[in-house]
């Protein structure tokens, strides 16, 4: 059975994200779509605002889900896909989880990323992070959830853009600086069209493009977004050694690391590797390069990391593994 | 097993390059302090906290470093051994200079990254 795809919409309180996914929900596209909705507070409403239609909506009203109900998360999805199993719900075709406005969205795509039992039926599509237009930049100062969502998303949805213009305020510039690679789109009443959030290519090479990330981060000085680039291939063990290191050190700082990877060990494949703070998904090894550009590209966006201290630790990394390499030739041609 | 060569000389790139990892290094345990050559030993660090003990950093290839105290004090214990690699001495560095910063482990989770049935496209 293919694996089902599984979203997380998240966004500061009232930034529009309930009314995004109920309109989205009306959409024929996600007719088959199962919802978590995690609500903070002991009376959830959220979920009583949603439509039911043929999706199956769970709510989990025991605490925000990036802090407290984490098992619960990863136990109500493996139980909606049980159900599904067993004819008990509708065979839904997707999974969208809503997050409480305060989540931290970090946890919650490590539990899905983690957890053994869902590992073969579900995939992460897309962290998709509502910002209201009048007062997002408002929040993104005062609330630094707010930039973490915004920082982490692969989509922005700019909501509330007939109460003000987001060109025009500087949010959409100040939200291009902060998370270049994702495409802002708008809603209003949570009109938009589905399939501009959802499907489509699960791997997208424009995201390893070293030219988006030229902008600096203005107006989130903790929050950096860069791309490191290498001409030449990486030793796999240097990028093991590397991405270890990162964990090891700056694993809540990392916000996302996505790297398309010249692997030296595997000239014609390269690896696409995505992490989210010290956990990773297994690399994946692409069957061929996207386009002419072989170089290895790999995104980073952190809080309080110096671009210039990675570019040295990955070199670094590298010389070592390249002198050990030639000590090994040595030893290995020593008549001794 | 290894043969560590004590007579290595680096480049001045290399140094540039150890002593900005070292210092962002510091940065991001939170740590004030300084990186700077070792004026006794060519292929060696002084990493300094404002506010303690400096710490003598020495490589020798391939990819081994020591760690001892600068300064030690009279009978004090000097940190001893070495150790395999940059992640090794980024390590000890962190556990000496900075125990109280987070330190946490890389976790490859259980879940392909485009789904199991997609193999990799």
């Known amino acids: 059975m293919a694996a089902v795809p599984v979203s997380v919409i998240t966004g500061f ?19 088959r779509t199962a919802v978590i909705v995690n609500e903070f507070g002991t009376v959830g409403l959220d979920h009583l605002l949603l439509e039911a239609s043929d999706e199956e909506i769970v709510a989990l009203d025991s605490g925000c889900v990036c802090c407290s109900v984490r098992g619960d998360l990863v136990r109500t999805a493996g139980d909606l896909l049980a159900r599904r199993a067993a004819g008990a719900v509708a ?7 809503e997050t409480t406005g305060l989540a931290d969205p970090a946890p919650i795509l490590q539990a899905l990323m983690t957890d053994p039992a869902l590992a073969d039926a579900l995939y992460l599509e897309s962290v998709i992070a509502t910002v209201d237009a009048a007062a997002g930049a408002a929040t993104l100062d005062a609330h630094p959830e707010s930039v973490k969502q915004a920082a982490m998303a692969d989509r922005i949805v700019v909501t509330k853009t007939d109460l003000s213009d987001p060109a025009a305020s500087g949010l959409a510039e100040r939200l291009h600086a902060l998370n270049p690679a994702a495409p802002q789109l708008t809603a209003v009443h949570g009109a938009l069209d589905a399939s501009r959030l959802f499907g489509g290519r699960p791997y997208d090479p424009r995201l390893y493009d070293p030219g988006l990330y030229e902008v600096p981060a203005r107006g989130h000085a903790t929050v950096t977004t860069f791309c490191l680039r290498r001409n030449a291939p990486l030793r796999a ?61 790999i995104v ?37 | 097993m290894l043969v560590y060569h004590d007579a290595m000389r680096h480049d001045a ?4 390059r ?56 009279p009978g004090a214990q000097a940190p001893p051994g070495r150790h395999a690699g940059l992640p090794g001495l980024l390590r000890r560095l962190r556990e000496d ?9 890389l976790v490859i989770g259980a879940q392909p990254l485009f789904g199991r049935d997609l193999g990799g496209q």
């Open chain 1, 13 to 31: 309180l009232g930034s529009g994200k309930t009314t995004l996914l109920a309109s989205l929900l009306r959409a024929p596209a996600l007719a």
């Open chain 1, 91 to 97: 065979a839904f075709e997707r999974i969208v989880i």
């Open chain 1, 237 to 297: 063990v240097t990028l093991s050694l590397f991405l270890q290191v990162l964990a090891e050190h700056c694993g809540a700082g990392l916000l996302r690391l996505k790297g398309l990877v010249h692997v030296r060990e595997s000239p014609g494949r390269p690896a696409v590797i995505h992490g989210v703070q010290h956990v990773f998904h297994p690399p994946a090894w692409l069957d061929a390069w996207p386009d002419g550009d072989h170089t290895t590209r």
């Open chain 1, 300 to 336: 980073v966006i952190a809080l309080g990391l110096d671009q210039r201290w990675l570019e040295a630790l990955l070199d670094a990394l590298d010389d070592e593994v390249s002198e050990l390499e030639r000590n090994q030739n040595v030893q290995s041609c020593d008549p001794r």
């Open chain 2, 13 to 16: 790139a290399w140094h540039a």
């Open chain 2, 18 to 73: 150890v002593s900005l990892v070292l210092s962002g290094a510091l940065r991001v345990w939170g740590v004030s302090g300084t990186v700077a050559r070792d004026p006794d030993d060519p292929d060696g660090f002084v990493v300094a906290r404002n506010s303690g003990p400096a710490m003598r950093v020495r490589h020798h290839a391939p990819g081994g470093w020591t760690v001892t105290l600068r300064d030690p004090v």
């Open chain 2, 97 to 105: 200079l900075a125990p109280g910063a987070p330190a946490g482990r």
